[in-house]
RNA sequence: GCCGAGGUGGCAGAAUGGUUAAUGCGACGGACUGCAGAUCCGUUUCUCGGGGGUUCGAAUCCCUCCCUCGGCUCCA
């Protein structure tokens, strides 16, 4: 299996993936705390680490993917009070929008999500742990972990306590023993509360993560994910909380960041108006294009939106790929059945699509002990092998799109059945590593309308064939009117829906 | 102030010691087309934030300065 290297936050370089047991990987990644609709900043952040572990899947790993939802929070609070309902309607209503945008968005590789509030007897147990060994300590119904019990405090985020500000943004808390203290277990009096040895209260924010992680995954993990901002102080209570709690160290082998995504240049925050929802941005693109407007620079890089015209760039040069791509499928669609030697020399028919994309994919990964037998799909694994350098490969698919187009010219028919199945397979790895392409419906609709389509069509070949350009416009004219642009390619028409 | 991430052509964005600095978008010219679209071919643009250093050789390593953004205790 190729080896990936990832930068590591924790060693600042790149280290080679190791699973603990492999082929398995254990990956946790920071979820949302659903207080509002999420944005694109969450879009970018959850696309990237699900190409991540598509990519590990893609490879051979085993990858259990693990996200919190941070169920319970004062920002819910604040909205459920604003509303006059009950917290819960607030965060069941907006994690249920994340998780359409996140299918809208192809995310599908999250195999767990756990909720905070499912978890109270084991983020329980963990702070009771904490304070039998001397790391936290109560105070009027509250909870806090000591920072100063724990030497290794700052060694993610290279901060030193000393150099803090305390009160810079959050009031200092008279509770504390020390400012940088920070809240395991809340007391509640009037809100949701959860019975525990400190009295009612509730979870403080970074206990959830580890509560959970220690209890799916385990004291030590392979990967833990989350935004650049979460970095300090987040990461680095939760190691704190974990590696005090269960002695092991480091609790996560590689810690990953991904860099923000700003609005021309600044930070997305609701005070400066600028907050873009991924329910507003999908009325604005199509899912793909705006999964690879997110996949568009490196993960640890800002990537930056300035305003529509970042969507409409993306959709042009996304388009280019997604023409080539078509023209491949058109032009192997019109092959079934057909008949298709594979790399072990077993000639085989095949009725349709579904089995010949089959057929490609037991091909995948391109084997390295067999150098030379795709360049274009080894450089694209070899890219995201480095980190996963997204926009690399990408950059191999664009030649080889170019080359594809060159060997399909104007007359896709004629091409030799051979080259045409290979052509796909960089496709089909984009396909299920970058996301792109999604599979279209291929519902009863969907194929009602391919077969309207194509009377149409027929009607306008007809039309050309006696040199009736009028009439062949105006078939032409009317379907683009209904959403369908026509392209004369050759021989044929070919037709897709207008984006 | 401290910690961190960035600063590459008109724009987006790669390459972290070695041929002409990827790739895409855009622009211009040509081919193809009944027209359109798509596609193809060609052209166009950067010496890599400023300065200094190491090296046979640096966008890539070191030093220094400037700029942008983020974090500094519950923001993906």
Known sequence: ???????????????????????????????????????????????????????????????FYLQNVTDIEDKILREATEEGVEWNVISERNFAGYLREMQALGVDSVNFYARCTDYIPEIIAQIETLIAKGHAYESEGDVYYSVASFPAYGKLSGQRLEALEPGAHVEVNPKKRAPEDFALW???????????????????????????????????????????????????????????????????????????????????????????????ALTMVRPEVLRFFFLSGHY?????????????????????????????????????PGTWTGPDGVARTFPGWKEWVAAVDATLPADPSKPGGDKVLESMESSM?????????????YTWAGEVNVILGNNPEKVPLEPLVRALRPFRFAQKVLGFFPAKGGGASEQALGKLVEIALEARTR??????????????????????????TGGRARWRLKP
């Open 1 to 63: 299996m190729r080896e990936v290297m990832i930068y590591s936050t924790l060693d600042a370089k790149l280290v080679p993936l190791r699973p603990r047991v492999p082929p398995r990987i254990s990956m946790f990644v920071c979820g949302i705390t659903p207080y509002k609709p999420s944005h694109i900043g969450h879009g970018r952040t959850m696309v990237f680490f699900d190409t991540a572990a598509r990519f590990l899947d893609y490879l051979g790993y085993r990858v």
């Open 186 to 280: 809340k007391r509640e009096r009037l809100g949701p509360r959860w019975p525990s040895p400190w009295g009612e209260g509730r979870p403080g924010w970074h206990i959830e993560d580890t509560a959970i992680t220690v209890n799916v995954l385990g004291p030590s993990y392979d990967l833990h994910g989350g935004a650049l901002e979460l970095k300090f102080p987040h990461h680095e209570a939760e190691i704190a909380q974990a590696e005090a709690a269960t002695g092991k160290s480091p609790l996560a082998a590689i810690w990953m960041h991904a860099g923000l995504l700003n609005m021309r240049g600044e930070k997305m925050s609701k005070s400066l108006g600028n907050v873009l929802s991924l329910g507003d």
């Open 300 to 336: 640890r890089s800002p990537l930056d939106y300035a305003g529509p015209s970042s969507f409409e760039e993306a959709n042009r040069a996304y388009e280019t790929l997604e023409g080539s791509y078509h023209r491949l499928e058109d032009a192997l669609a019109q092959r079934f």
């Open 385 to 397: 092998a480095n980190d996963f350098s997204v926009r690399e490969a990408t950059a191999s698919l």
């Open 463 to 488: 039309a050309k064939a006696r040199k009736d350009f009028a009439e062949a416009d105006r078939i032409r004219q009317e379907l683009l009117a209904a959403g369908v642009l026509v392209e004369d």
